[in-house]
């Protein structure tokens, strides 16, 4: 418990998890495992949390799922990409760099 | 499209699916996770434990996934109907036609399904309904028939009598009451199986004679006459002049077989009474188990030959008693009337479904641009579809609200619309049932017209198409002009039938009555329990007081009103003319009418004299016969001086013809006249009178102080029924009228949508085709023939729906045989004029968008 971890912050899950998603499709558990590699365990999600994330992307239509096979031979259940998440991806990551700009332009003065 | 609206319905409604899936991929997760927990060198149940720990509150995930799925899919619907709504209101003259196609086409629907529902679906108010029976016969069955039938018909429970109609006064109450009493066997109200509200029934004790003196209210009659008293229960009362003890109160849904009464009093079982004085016009009776009508049917036919012969009835009186089941009995008058209703309903929603589906063909075709746009911005066919099918949802959801809207009011109404006398009025509502089938007709219209923007293929070729540079007018053309077809030849149906209820009006109304109905006023006074000469010295002040009133011409009494649903008959004998053995007698309806009845009602006397005060109770006994009494009785010969006696018309002499008069349609416009004879009143006073005066002015204008002047000769004496003889008329025409009515209503209704939908369509060709109309006025064509253009086109699909509806409507109308009257279904001048007319409005309405086409200059167009 070296690295102090950081709360996810509200809505941010499903963003990341779109994110996640443009390089390919993949499983709930392997989208967790992502977030703990890449953000070197920074952030620190509620593995229980992505699987609300992700059917709440899925009812919007911005992910489409089916079953499949892991790579450690168990069923789970792949997520893509659709059309339609590729553009909420590009306007939501639009937002938040405005936001993130904006936030960082108010707290960088002194 | 459909699969996403499906899939996200399913998954509001059953979330069972998603929460297997999801249970399934929670599994896998903490088996994925502990497997790394142990790779990493925890011992299995630690692994296991520590993948628990780090997932958190399972089920609340379990909640969380649900409900954000839930959200979703609400957020997604909301999403679209938010949208469709914006979308409806930027079109409101779309938006406005088509709520009120489906709002008009689905009230109709309603309002009809209502009412069979109320009568011909739900079972009539008694326990095991389809057991009660009625048997009948065309002349009569009386006490003695009922005790055979006890005795010898093994098909029934219970057997016993039910004669409706017996006016008696009712005094006590002020002012005096004419009543409708209805005499009955001891065991009526165990056959029809209703309970009194209060008290009891009567039972077979009654029946004895000597203790029938007691009756039974109805609830109406007890409100009316005792304010609700319970205390008249055990009471007696005085009912033509004789006292009757009140046992008990029926409620007010007693409305037994087709015959209503105000109370009832039991039928003294005296099987040795003389037939005509217990003459019960219907047996009522409950079958046994395993008894059907066609089985007692069989039986009759054993059973009523042998009454035949033993009561020494005419011949073929045997094959005159039929059975009837309860409920055909009630509702079969009705049934032909609800049947072409309801299919009249059924063409006008499928008439406003097919406007609604070119309004929305032609709606979509114009949008394709805007489909297009988005198409190009990246929405998939998936939701163009989506946004489409919600439009045609929320327009069929708040159609069908409007409709119900609609239909509650006019069941409001119903009562003031249906004829007199229709079953079960009252019952008429919009149940849970209606609604419940309102409901699903109104998905399944919606359904209907939302397969039509899909015709044009999905909104992806649509964009194709247009990136191409391809017209796409041209295939959705044709598909507007089938719906357009179709339309049209629902409106010649419903026109049809329209027109065939009109001149149905027409003829009755054409149909000779026999009498000058005009300013005059009829009213039923009853003086009860007076001796013969008692009611000649009552009748002769009442005419006199009545007579010498300013205003009135003339003033007569009758036995029987005309169209009074009353008629007595009797068998006819010539003096001289023996009858063969085993012949029937000739049968005549009778009259008992004062001296200036045939004046005052304007009957014609075509040969004879008419009756005079001469011919009083001293004089020799004399009749008057009407056109088809001399015709039937005396063909060929001079009826006048024969001499004939007619059972109680003559009292069982025999009377001189002194006169033949005018055949007047006593029971009914559409029934022509029978034999009928005239007695003076003088020579037979009967106890039931009508009254009829002729008045110089508006007949019902005068109805108070000829009341007011009836009344004051013996106030005991009940008045009831008091009309001006043409509103009488008008009353026996509400049936055909109420169907007129609704068909008319139902036909403009059609009209109306058929034209918005011929203006529509044209007026959007010609928006299409307004280049090559320029490039035509550049090169020289005048406006007529521009004009013509336009015009051709809408009458051309005008043309097509006539051509196809006009033998549908020929195969339909054959329905409705036994609602016209005086022309055939097929009648050819309704058949030429529906046509004319429909094409008529079909034309103007066509000629409205020429406006369109001649407007402006052609430069103007090409350069756009």
């Known amino acids: ?110 | 499209m459909f699969r996403a609206v499906s899939r996200r319905v399913v998954a509001l409604f059953t979330p069972r699916r998603v929460e297997q899936e999801l249970d399934g991929e929670l599994a896998a997760h903490l088996a994925e996770e502990t497997a790394r927990h142990i790779a990493r060198g925890m011992t299995p149940a630690d692994a296991a434990a520590a993948a628990r720990r780090e997932f958190g509150n399972l089920g609340q995930v379990r909640e969380d996934a649900r409900d954000s799925w839930r959200i979703a899919a609400l957020d997604n619907l909301q999403r679209h109907l938010r949208f469709a709504s914006r979308a409806l209101m930027r079109r409101p003259a779309f938006t406005a036609t088509a709520l009120l196609s489906i709002a008009l086409g689905l009230a109709s629907a309603i309002t009809v399904y209502s009412v069979i529902d109320a009568t011909l679906l739900r079972p009539l108010p008694y326990p095991a309904p389809e057991q009660l029976v009625a048997i009948g016969n065309d002349q009569f069955l009386a006490n003695r028939e009922v005790a055979a039938l006890r005795q010898q018909a093994q098909s029934y429970t219970n057997i016993g009598s039910f004669s409706p109609g017996w006016l008696f006064p009712l005094t006590g109450p002020t002012p005096a009451l004419l009543v409708n009493a209805g005499k009955v066997s001891g065991n009526f109200f165990e056959i029809m199986g209703v309970r009194p509200i209060l008290g009891a029934g009567f039972g077979m004790s009654a029946e004895t004679p000597g203790n029938h003196r007691v009756a039974v209210l109805g609830e109406d009659l007890w409100n009316r006459a005792y304010h609700r008293d319970p205390a008249i229960v055990g009471q007696s009362i005085t009912l033509d002049s004789r006292p009757y003890l009140v046992t008990g109160i029926m409620p007010r849904a007693f409305h037994p077989i087709d015959a209503g009464a105000d109370l009832w009093i039991p039928m003294a079982m005296d099987p040795s009474d003389q037939p005509w004085a217990s003459a019960i016009t219907l047996v009522v009776a409950r079958l046994r188990p395993g008894a059907s009508v066609a089985t007692a049917s069989a039986e009759m036919r054993m059973i009523a030959p042998r009454m035949e012969k033993e009561f020494q009835h005419t011949a073929g009186w045997a094959t005159g008693v039929t059975i009837q089941g309860a409920e055909e009995r009630a509702l079969g008058s009705v049934r032909p009337v609800l049947i072409v209703l309801s299919m009249a309903v059924v063409l006008l929603l499928l008439t406003a479904t097919a406007n609604v589906a070119n309004l929305l063909l032609v709606r979509t075709t114009e949008r394709r641009q805007e489909l297009a746009v988005r198409s190009s911005l990246g929405a998939t066919a998936r939701q163009l579809g989506a946004l489409v099918l919600t439009e045609c949802l929320l327009l069929g959801i708040i159609g069908g609200v409007l409709g119900l809207v609609g239909a509650f009011a006019a069941v409001r109404t119903l009562p003031h619309i249906l004829p007199a006398g229709f079953p079960r009025v009252a019952e008429i509502a919009i149940s849970g049932r209606v609604l419940v089938g309102a409901a699903i007709l109104t998905m399944l219209v919606c359904a209907l017209f939302a397969i039509a923007p899909s015709l044009l293929g999905t909104a992806e070729n649509v964009g194709i198409r247009l990136r191409s540079g391809r017209t796409i007018a041209g295939g959705g053309a044709r598909t507007r002009g089938l719906f357009l077809a179709t339309e049209v030849a629902l409106a010649v149906v419903l026109l049809a039938g329209a027109a065939l209820m009109g001149r149905t009006m027409f003829a009755l109304g054409q149909v000779d009555r026999g009498i000058r109905s005009d300013h005059v006023l009829t009213m039923r006074v009853m003086p009860g329990g007076k001796t013969a000469d008692a009611r000649r010295v009552y009748w002769t002040e009442v005419l006199e007081r009545v007579r010498h009133l300013p205003g009135v011409r003339s003033a007569a009494t009758v036995l029987h009103l005309p169209m009074g649903g009353r008629k007595w008959s009797a068998n006819v004998l010539v003096d001289g003319r023996p009858v063969a053995p085993g012949a029937a007698p000739a049968r005549s309806a009778w009259q008992s009418v004062s001296p200036d009845y045939f004046a005052t009602v304007g009957i014609p006397v075509v040969a004879g004299r008419p009756f005079t005060t001469a011919d009083d109770a001293n004089a020799p006994k004399v009749i008057a016969v009407n056109g088809v009494f001399a015709a039937k009785i005396f063909p060929g010969e001079n009826p006048i001086g024969k001499r004939v006696s007619a059972g109680n018309a003559t009292g069982g002499d025999t009377a001189t013809i002194v006169a033949v008069v005018g055949n007047v349609r006593h029971d009914s416009l559409n029934v022509p006249a029978g034999a009928e004879l005239y007695v003076p009143y003088a020579q037979n006073p009967v106890g039931a009178t009508g009254v009829v005066i002729r008045t110089t002015g508006e007949p019902a204008a005068m109805a108070g102080v000829l009341r007011d002047q009836v009344q004051a000769v013996d106030p005991a004496a009940p008045i009831t029924d008091v009309r001006a003889m043409d509103e009488v008329y008008a009353r026996s025409m509400q049936r055909p009228r109420m169907v007129l009515v609704l068909m008319g209503v139902f036909a403009s209704i059609a009209l109306l949508l058929s034209a918005i939908g011929v203006y529509g369509v044209v007026a959007y060709g010609v928006r299409q085709r307004l280049r090559e109309i320029g490039i035509r006025v550049a090169l020289g064509a005048d406006h007529w023939s521009i004009r013509r253009l336009v015009v051709g086109q809408g009458l051309g699909y005008a043309i097509l729906g006539v051509t196809v509806g006009l033998p549908i409507a020929l195969a339909l109308t054959r329905f409705m045989r036994g609602l016209v009257f005086g022309i055939a279904t097929s009648d050819a001048l309704s058949f030429v004029v529906v046509p004319v007319v429909l094409l008529l409005i079909a034309g103007i309405a066509s000629m409205l968008p020429t406006r369109i086409a001649v407007r402006g200059n052609p430069t103007d167009v090409l350069r756009e």
Request: charged content about 25%; proline content about 2%; aromatic content about 10%.
């Open chain 1, 1 to 110: 418990m070296g690295v102090r971890k950081t709360d996810m912050l509200q809505g941010t899950l499903d963003l990341v998890v779109l994110k996640l998603l443009q390089a390919g499709p993949d499983h709930g558990w392997a989208l967790t495992r992502s977030i703990q590699a890449i953000s070197r365990g920074v952030l620190d999600i509620n593995y229980g949390t992505m699987y609300p994330a992700l059917r709440r992307l899925e009812a919007r239509g911005w992910v489409r799922a089916w079953w499949a096979v892991s790579e450690n031979n168990r069923r789970v259940r792949y997520y893509e990409l659709t059309a339609s998440g590729r553009r909420q991806l590009t306007t939501e990551r639009a937002t938040w760099q405005r936001f993130s700009d904006a936030l960082g332009r108010i707290l960088g003065t002194n």
